[in-house]
């Protein structure tokens, strides 16, 4: 029986690379698209290349000139498209051209590419950004947000998913089905992630302290299996969230410290001080040309998304067959993996 090839954009991210190695897991051959070599190999060190469990195969590319990449696209069974521009639009100031160009046209020019190439199934990661409803509802994939109510980022997203369904409907033998992910925490996040970056902040005792906002927290691991699932099982043109949990950060705080061996912060800041605060430090950041420490879209969607984090996963659970595995195991697993690559001391 012929070996099932895959590809996997965005592998060297925190979904990307824990998809890349369920899918060799599980046997499949798989091409891995990594904008940087040096980092896929540094990324994917200890992952064996060619075995009885899958083969991996890098490929060095970018989704700004998804040309230069197409022939890897080639006898390819299933595309999984994870990458995206996301850390660079909470950095502080527009991004709004670099989140079009990667975001919606550079996936509306991968997934012709891939068509071309003679590829029929894809998984498409969407977000919980295209949903929205009102504060303390249970969230469901039909409820789609307004672009009123976006920034930038969940704009794009929301863009990136019309674009797929544009290609979807100039190619009726073409199956796409979405899955949209929460705020994902994991091993493997090597960027780091603003998840990543969280947890980093915490363990080195950098946060200030307790910041309002609810989020829904699930484990990219999860999200990977729920991918995996959906190339198997999802239907055309169809959502599935794997959103994972609701937390609020007063539940959060307490669980990392509970992983960590950190103590929590308690003082409370309120949201007027945030925008403050975001406000000096976007400023200062065009003096001193370092960082932004808290930007204002992030404050933004702090206040915007507050109350808004619960999500039904009734139709993943019944459709893919979807579980989330214990926050206390995700997070424990996280600095786990941070300790063991020497970012926080042991």
Do not use: C
């Amino acid at each position: 029986m012929a070996t099932t090839r895959v590809f996997v954009t965005g592998s060297t991210g925190l979904l990307g690379n824990n998809l890349v190695r369920q899918l060799l897991e599980r046997g499949f051959a798989v091409r891995a698209l990594a904008r940087s070599r040096a980092k896929a190999d540094q990324q994917f060190a200890t992952v064996p290349r060619g075995t009885a469990a899958g083969q991996l195969e890098i490929v060095e590319g970018d989704l700004a000139n998804v040309a230069a990449f197409a022939p890897a696209l080639g006898d390819v069974d299933v595309l999984y498209h994870t990458a995206a521009y996301f850390r660079d639009s909470y950095a502080g100031g527009s991004h709004k051209a670099g989140l079009e160009a990667i975001n919606v046209d550079g996936t509306t020019t991968l997934f012709e590419a891939a068509y071309a190439a003679g590829i029929r199934r894809a998984i498409h990661t969407s977000s919980i950004a295209v949903l929205d409803g009102p504060v303390g509802s249970l969230v469901n994939e039909q409820m789609l947000r307004h672009e009123v109510d976006a920034d930038d980022y969940y704009r794009s997203k929301m863009l990136s998913d019309a674009a797929v369904f544009a290609v979807l409907a100039r190619h009726s033998d073409l199956h796409v089905s979405f899955v949209l992910p929460g705020w994902m925490f994991g091993p493997g996040d090597a960027g780091p992630t603003a998840a990543g970056q969280t947890m980093l902040d915490f363990m080195h005792r950098k946060l200030p302290g307790v910041v309002p906002g609810s989020f829904s927290v699930v484990d990219a691991r999860d999200v990977a299996s729920a991918m995996i699932a959906a190339a198997a099982h999802g239907r055309r043109g169809e959502r599935y969230l794997a959103a994972g949990r609701h937390m609020t950060m007063d539940n959060l705080l307490p669980a990392l410290a509970k992983a960590t061996g950190v103590p929590a912060p308690t003082r409370r800041i309120p949201l007027a001080m945030l925008f403050v605060i975001a406000r000096l430090s976007e400023v200062a950041s065009r003096f001193t040309r370092r960082p932004v420490l808290l930007s204002l879209a992030t404050v933004r969607i702090l206040a915007r998304e507050n109350g808004r984090s619960r999500f039904d996963h009734a139709k993943s659970e019944r459709e893919l067959g979807i579980t989330f595995r214990a926050v206390s195991e995700t997070l424990r697993d996280t600095a786990d993996w941070f300790r063991s690559q020497q970012r926080i001391a042991a």
